[in-house]
């Protein structure tokens, strides 16, 4: 039956077709420093009159709430600041000062690169890549709530100390290095079971 199909049946019928992605323990292991990143950083709830500022830095009110860095229908609140860089913590926090409206697609795109670089750059989803009109009043908006308060990253490791703060990521490389041990069990077995699967 499959000789009978064309070349582009073939090519229609693989691009119909998707595999789940598949995920590796190793796979999570940006997910797993993010964890140890986040389960340190303070959480400051912010007030609605600090919001309401916020807001009016940015040019929005509750009702025109949109994505700070492209103007579409916003998600969710990005930290303009990234919180993890070469998988340890910036000091910089989750509060008002360092919280902007953002779509996903910025906020996937963004990641952790620094908001001005990224949203003039050429990286996929990008407002420049996407052709967002209003980028440069956007950017104005951006840089006056970046200078909206003194924002300081937190030196976590002058106020633990270096010993109890090296010990903390110390165990991060542990249970990574356990993940890669497992992972390396499991990929073992996987080929024993697809061995014995084709045979
Ligand atoms: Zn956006």
């Known amino acids: 039956m499959t000789s009978a199909l064309s070349e582009s049946d073939r090519a229609a019928l693989r691009t119909a077709f998707q595999m789940p992605a598949g995920q590796t323990m190793m796979s999570r292991s940006s997910t797993l420093t993010n964890a140890f990143v986040a389960s340190l950083i303070p959480v400051i709830e912010p007030t609605p009159e600090e919001i309401a500022e916020a807001l009016g830095i940015l040019g929005m009110s509750p009702t025109t709430v949109r994505c700070a860095y492209c103007g579409d229908t916003s998600s969710e609140w990005d930290h303009l600041r990234p919180l993890v ?18 779509c996903g697609k910025c ?4 990641g952790n690169k620094h908001w ?9 989803l990008a407002p420049a890549r996407r052709g967002v009109a209003d980028i440069e009043q956007r950017i104005e908006r951006l840089s006056a709530f970046e200078k909206w308060r003194d924002v300081q990253p937190i030196e976590f490791e002058k106020i633990l100390g270096r010993d ?5 990521w110390a165990s991060l490389e542990q249970v990574l290095d356990s993940m890669r041990e497992c992972q390396q069990i499991a990929n073992d077995l996987k080929r024993r079971i697809i061995e014995a699967h084709i045979r």
């Open 116 to 124: 001005l670089k990224w949203i003039r750059s050429n990286a996929p």
């Open 107 to 110: 906020n996937q795109s963004k």
């Open 164 to 168: 109890e703060y090296h010990a903390y």
């Open 85 to 102: 860089v070469k998988r340890r913590p910036t000091g910089f926090i989750s509060e008002i000062a360092n919280l902007v409206p953002s």
